[in-house]
């Protein structure tokens, strides 16, 4: 996991360092094919229940699970990266929102606000805390900001799978309250909308949008859960 989890972070870094003016993001999508076969990985999503990406792009009002293709960043734009390798079996998984050449300053705060509120989930994934701890720091602060947390989608254990036990909430939810032990590997990601917290699936079957169009961030790391202070797997060394 963690040699899963450097390889992840390096292709995110270098994509989010592509990441500028002009660049399509079918681009994007084809430096991640490269970077993850350069590395000696594969994609996690390219194929998963019929993902047809390597990564998953997603702009300004997109909140997960964006299509590449054809558009092309333009400055102001914020474009959330999400990245999954398989690599030696296991599976590092971690996601970033950038700003396209420089933004306003509420779109800014929106970016501060979700990365400060993934880093307060992964400060409550201690072993002997619930998944309601994790859930709860990153409410707690996202809502304090007067943001939103999107409640269709949801962190979760991270592994040989894509998608493994337990459920991983960005808000409360009583029936999400495993505990932690140590051991466990999680991806912990806030997504985060600027207006309310509603989203729908545009008719490709994949990109979540935000409902009334406001703009969304995301942020993720996959984090070891062990005796002492969790792990960020996904760090860039």
Request: glycine share 10%; net charge negative; aromatic share 6%.
């Amino acid at each position: 996991m963690r040699s899963a989890g450097r390889v992840a972070a390096k292709v995110l870094a270098d994509l989010c360092r592509a990441v500028g003016p002009g660049i399509s993001t079918r681009e994007l999508d084809e430096l991640a094919a490269v970077r993850i076969r350069e590395f000696g990985g594969r994609s996690a999503f390219l194929g998963y229940r019929g993902y047809p990406c390597h990564a998953c792009i997603s702009v300004n009002d997109e909140v997960v699970h964006g299509l590449a293709g054809g558009r092309r960043l333009r400055f102001g734009d914020i474009v959330s990266i999400d990245v999954g390798v398989i690599f030696e079996g296991y599976i590092g998984d971690n996601a970033r929102t950038v700003a396209v050449g420089g933004c306003d300053v509420e779109t800014q705060r929106l970016l501060d606000v979700t990365e400060a509120a993934l880093y307060r989930g992964v400060a409550a994934a201690i072993a002997g805390n619930r998944v309601t701890d994790i859930s709860r720091a990153v409410q707690t602060l996202v809502e304090r900001e007067r943001f939103s947390v999107v409640r269709e989608f949801v962190g979760h254990g991270v592994g040989r799978a894509m998608h493994e036990d337990p459920q991983i909430p960005n808000y409360v939810d009583p029936n999400c309250r495993q505990l932690l032990e140590p051991g466990m590997t999680l991806a912990i990601e806030p997504m985060v909308n600027a207006g309310g917290a509603d989203v729908r699936v545009l008719k490709d079957g994949w990109t979540a949008v935000t409902m009334d169009g406001s703009w969304s961030a995301h942020f993720e790391h996959t984090v070891l859960v062990t005796n002492h202070l969790p792990e960020i797997l996904t760090r860039e060394a």
